[in-house]
Nanobody, 119 residues
Framework: QVQLVESGGGLVQPGGSLRLSCTAS????????MGWYRQAPGKERELVAT???????NYADFTKGRFTISRDNARNMVYLQMNSLKPEDTAVYYCNGQVKGWAAARDYWGQGTQVTVSS
């Protein structure tokens, strides 16, 4: 049914940039809250950014204006532009979609894409 597939991760030098993409199927991203989460080794999964159906966004404090979440409704894709990357940004980044159910919402997750920031 719902499938979220991330891409765009890789190895980047500190201060560099990456653009992550989330390709969605079985869900209309413009109708649902979409987000990016990340999980670093030894840490819990944490919210990076969210974009709501109306287009408003929310960011975790650690992004410090470096990250931008966006979407392309025509392509049904969500993006995370990451600039000024730091080693502590190293993590597996996951795309998340929340779909309204009859009684409750349900979260869907992609498989994750590895981001490594290292010199």
């Amino acid at each position: 049914q719902v499938q979220l597939v991330e891409s765009g991760g890789g190895l980047v030098q500190p201060g560099g940039s990456l653009r992550l993409s989330c390709t969605a199927s079985g869900i209309i991203i413009s109708d649902n809250p979409m987000g990016w989460y990340r999980q670093a080794p030894g840490k819990e999964r944490e919210l990076v950014a969210t974009i709501f159906s109306g287009g408003t966004t929310n960011y975790a404090d650690f992004t410090k204006g470096r990250f931008t979440i966006s979407r392309d409704n025509a392509r049904n894709m969500v993006y995370l532009q990451m600039n000024s990357l730091k080693p502590e940004d190293t993590a597996v980044y996951y795309c998340n979609g929340q779909v309204k159910g009859w009684a409750a919402a349900r979260d869907y997750w992609g498989q994750g894409t590895q981001v490594t920031v290292s010199s």
